[in-house]
């Protein structure tokens, strides 16, 4: 592993989680330094999307720990995990439908930019609110779409804003579920860009189907098969891995050895 | 700035509600009219605030009368001190005072209702609100039992030569108060706190996940609304100078939803429209039929059936068609709509009377007087033509809203048609 000086932007020790007597994550240890892009894959039902879950808040552990930047978080709730710099998008969309584009993403900055439960500011007084929006909107190339409510967008733009969403706060670890699940390959190739350039000097970990994007994005990858992380290295150790590719990677890989390449 | 045509809008309708205030009153001068607009003057009040709640908050409360009647009840506590010399007070400030109240009962009880969202906050609405309405009973000395606790506005000397004593002078003090919550609860809506209550309603779960404490956003929310319901309280505690259990009842907060869904949950304007039209309902249909809440009730049935945006939304549905220069081709098939929908509501009408006359009404003769016509309700004659009226109305009517449907499709088509 990679016992550096600084601590790790997130760190999962012995992390388990059951759902009655169904152990899902049995056990895992995982930890991903600050300005890692880190990819998480694994065959369906293995427990990406419960960790996830796990690290956001969403569930509690059953047992273990995560820790951000060193801090324990284990136990807290989702607002209070987001306010310690933990963001994260979801598998199936989950934005403010009723809302515009523009007020999605102006909610998504209100409270790290200090405005809390404020009814005292008027809101299009508030410069930086508008200003950070903007600066997404731009980012996740949505500013044709500002005004229009964000359920009627189309499922590509949703993803975007999506992101835009996640991103929005400037939380410094992000973890992105699938964000380019259900996506043609040019609206793939656009998303990886995308994620790439919004995650910039930031920690990034995401669950990815596409090994395309995975190897493409990734510094590092940790399979999960069963609620265990079978491995963890760079994509080339990854890859070399004869238990992963036995256990999950191989046949997938020959199938997506196509867009890998053709990404340029 | 892309903004400024836009305020520039907003003052002008803000501009036009405060004259129409000011002016109502002096073209109908009657004390019916008085009391009428007074009335509907609170109401805006009450049921904007309770769209604070279910607009923009997404929580549909069964209790918000708990608010307004609490907030009532401190204010003619206050006032009857005040009278007494026990308390230093202008009347003006009166609804300040339910307003605070409102807002303590809205820091007690909200903290346990705004604990959940969605179906487990309406039953819990529901408890609260049953509870207040038993404790009214309980405790004889605050609530003052089943005659409520009375009080005279007016008191010491007049300033300026107002000393409320008229109802008129109690008009213009509700249309301060109106305009200015009216101003505030708009304000609100445009705050990081407002904002953020519409992003809880549209989904809470994400609004954890951007850094929000849902829980605490309902709470204040609540809190907030409480305050303008106990200020709509404490005007009432003027108006009316008793405040009785009927203040803090299921029936007050079964009221103001009406009022609001009938008006349009969706826009601010909504629940003004809502709150007029229901106080109407309520004082003026009352004054001229015992069936009035049966009118209110199929009236509040039909908008929930065919327009659940309520009237806001039909109104705002034509602003596109206005904007494209369309809707000259709708007002043909509106007025045939209208009218024979006129039809319609003409024997429903006096299928409805004639009802009430020969059953409940039976006692003083089943003599009747309707549009200008007297008859006898027993009589086969008027039964025929409401029947006859029912059919004609019916078909006609069926004929006129199908030709409407279809001219709005086509309309809406081109809209379409156009912007892709």
């Known amino acids: ?264 | 700035m892309r903004y400024q045509p836009l305020n520039l809008g907003r003052w002008i309708i803000w501009g036009f509600t405060a004259l129409l205030m000011i002016v109502l009153p002096l073209v109908f001068k009657s004390g019916f009219a008085i009391t009428l607009i007074s009335q509907m003057g609170i109401a805006i009040i009450f049921t904007l605030s309770y769209n604070m709640l279910l607009g923009q908050g997404g929580m549909l409360s069964f209790g918000h009368a708990v608010y307004s009647g609490l907030g009532a009840y401190i204010a003619v506590h206050a006032l009857n001190m005040a009278s007494k010399g026990q308390l230093w007070m202008p009347l003006s400030l009166l609804p300040l005072v339910g307003g605070l109240a409102g807002a303590f009962f809205g820091v007690i009880f909200g903290y346990v209702t705004t604990k959940r969202a969605g179906t487990t906050f309406a039953m819990i609405t529901l408890g609260i609100g049953e509870l207040v309405f038993n404790c009214s009973l309980m405790f004889p000395g605050f609530f003052g039992g089943e005659g409520g606790i009375t009080t005279n506005r007016v008191f010491g000397e007049p300033f300026l030569g107002i000393n409320f004593g008229p109802a008129i002078q109690v008009y213009y003090l509700i249309a301060v108060w109106c305009l200015l919550s009216m101003a505030l609860m708009y304000a609100w809506s445009h705050t990081p706190l407002g904002r953020i209550a519409n992003a809880v309603r549209d989904n809470p779960e994400r609004a954890e996940f951007v850094g929000y404490d849902t829980q605490k956003v309902r709470w204040l929310t609540l809190i907030i609304s409480a305050f303008f319901a106990g200020v709509a309280g404490g005007l009432a505690c003027i108006t009316f100078e008793i405040v009785t259990a009927e203040n803090v009842s299921a029936v007050r907060s079964g009221g103001v939803l009406l009022a609001a869904f009938i008006g349009g949950v969706g826009f601010f304007f909504g629940p003004i429209i809502g709150a007029c039209l229901f106080v109407y309902f309520v004082v003026a249909l009352a004054d001229h039929t015992k069936a009035w809440l049966l009118y209110l009730g199929l009236f509040f049935m039909a908008m929930v059936m065919f327009a659940p945006g309520g009237i806001a939304s039909l109104i705002m549905m034509q602003f596109p068609v206005i904007a494209r220069s369309r809707f000259k081709e709708l007002v043909p098939h509106y007025a045939r709509t209208g009218a024979t929908g006129l039809l319609v509501l003409a024997a429903l009408v006096l299928t409805v009377e004639m009802t009430y006359k020969v059953s409940v009404d039976s006692a003083n003769g089943t003599m009747m007087k309707m549009f200008g016509v007297a008859f006898d309700a027993a009589g086969v004659v008027p039964w025929a033509i409401a029947i006859g009226l029912w059919i004609v109305g019916g078909l006609l009517f069926d004929k006129a809203r199908k030709r409407l449907a279809h001219a709005w499709g086509e309309i809406q088509a081109d809209i379409a048609g156009a912007r892709s």
């Not at chain 1, 523009?102 to 998504?108: D, G, K, T, Y």
């Not at chain 1, 405005?115 to 190339?141: M, N, P, Q």
């Open chain 1, 1 to 264: 592993m990679n016992p550096g000086v600084t601590k790790p932007a997130l760190e999962l020790a012995g992390v388990k989680k059951s759902f009655g007597n169904t152990e899902i994550i049995r056990g895992v240890d995982l930890a991903i330094p600050k300005g890692e892009r880190h990819a998480l894959i694994g065959p369906n039902g293995a427990g990406k999307s419960t960790l996830f879950n796990l690290m956001s808040g969403r569930f509690p552990v059953s047992a273990g720990a995560i820790r951000l930047d060193g801090e324990d978080i284990t136990g807290l709730k989702p607002f209070q995990i987001n306010r310690r710099g933990l963001s994260r998008s979801f598998q199936i969309t989950n934005i403010f439908h009723n809302l515009s584009v523009f007020e999605n993403l102006r909610c998504a900055v209100l409270w790290a930019l200090g405005y809390k439960y404020s009814f005292w500011h008027r809101l299009d007084s508030l410069a930086d609110a508008r200003r950070r929006a903007e600066e997404v909107l731009l980012a996740i190339g949505l500013e044709s779409r500002r005004a229009r409510p964000a359920g009627l967008l189309t499922y590509a733009e949703q993803r975007a804003l999506e992101i835009g969403i996640t991103i929005a706060g400037g939380a410094g670890v992000v973890l992105l579920d699938e964000p380019t699940a259900g996506m043609s390959r040019s609206e793939t190739a656009h998303v990886v860009e995308l994620v790439r350039s919004v995650t910039e000097g930031k920690t990034l970990l995401m669950v990815e189907h596409d090994m395309g994007v995975v190897f493409n994005l990734a510094d590092r990858i940790s399979v999960l098969v069963y609620g265990e992380v079978i491995a963890t290295g760079t994509p080339e150790e990854i890859r070399a891995n004869s238990a992963v590719q036995e256990a999950y990677l191989g046949g997938l890989h020959k199938e997506e050895s196509g867009p890998e390449e053709s990404h340029a």
